[in-house]
């Protein structure tokens, strides 16, 4: 299986001060038509996992533009850059290239 | 306005039965291929298992090969999972979500394995 492996696991941040999470997988996610399948994922507390970011960097409908995403092959990056403070939660990383689809352990954010 | 409900969760003892559906409004559904995934308390989230929206295709994961049965009715817009022989382990919320990227999630159905 593909290991997904987030870093850091927990993230104290000041609001209005950017955020950086990073996640590392154990094989290339490029799939063999060229597309890289990885997600980022936020789970406010209480709340169903909400996808923020396919395809490494293409942000979904709804979600602030502060949120951005990029990386390649097995290096992964999620930026926000300002923190506010709905931003609280737990944010996952994903990968759909591999079958078993497997997740990062999780980071949570929260404000300092 | 994609929807996703799950029901069917509940109290179950190990080595019991239960059966998740999750009603799917919104979009069209049979277009769509469907997977579920659990998030144990207080942990992370752990894919499950994952169907081609003509039910061709199926995938499981090791933890759940063999005892669940991912399934649909695409004339009822309709997603279940029958999970057999449970055990404590299973214990977590249920959530189905839509899609090959798992873009649209439900709110979940809590399944206790427990004596």
């Known amino acids: 299986d593909v290991v997904m492996t987030q870093s850091p696991l927990s993230l104290p941040v000041t609001l209005g001060q950017p955020a950086s999470i990073s996640c590392r997988s154990s094989?290339?996610?490029?799939?063999?038509?060229?597309?890289?399948?990885f997600n980022w994922f936020q789970q406010r507390p209480g709340q169903s996992p909400r996808r923020l970011i396919y395809k490494v960097s293409n942000r979904d409908s709804g979600v602030p533009d502060r949120f951005s995403g990029s990386g390649s092959g097995t290096d992964f990056t999620l930026n926000i850059s300002r923190v506010e403070a709905e931003d609280v939660g737990v944010y996952y990383c994903?990968?759909?290239?591999?079958?078993?689809?497997?997740f990062g352990q999780g980071t949570k954010v929260e404000i300092k | 306005e994609v929807q996703l409900v799950e029901s069917g969760g509940g109290l179950v003892q190990p080595g019991g039965s239960l059966r998740l559906s999750c009603a799917a409004s919104g979009f069209t559904f049979s277009s769509h291929s469907m997977s579920w995934v659990r998030q144990a308390p207080g942990k992370g989230l752990e894919w499950v298992s994952y169907i081609s929206g003509s039910s061709s295709i199926t995938y499981y994961a090791d933890s759940v090969k063999g005892r669940f049965t991912i399934s649909r009715d695409n004339a009822k817009s309709s997603l279940y999972l029958q999970m057999e022989s449970l055990r404590a382990e299973d214990t977590a919320v249920y959530y189905c979500?839509?899609?090959?990227?798992?873009?649209?999630w439900g709110q979940g159905t809590l399944v206790t394995v427990s004596s």
């Open positions: 979500a839509s899609g090959w990227g798992v873009d649209f």
């Open positions: 994903m990968q759909y290239t591999h079958w078993p689809r497997t």
């Open positions: 094989q290339s996610l490029v799939y063999s038509d060229g597309n890289t399948y």
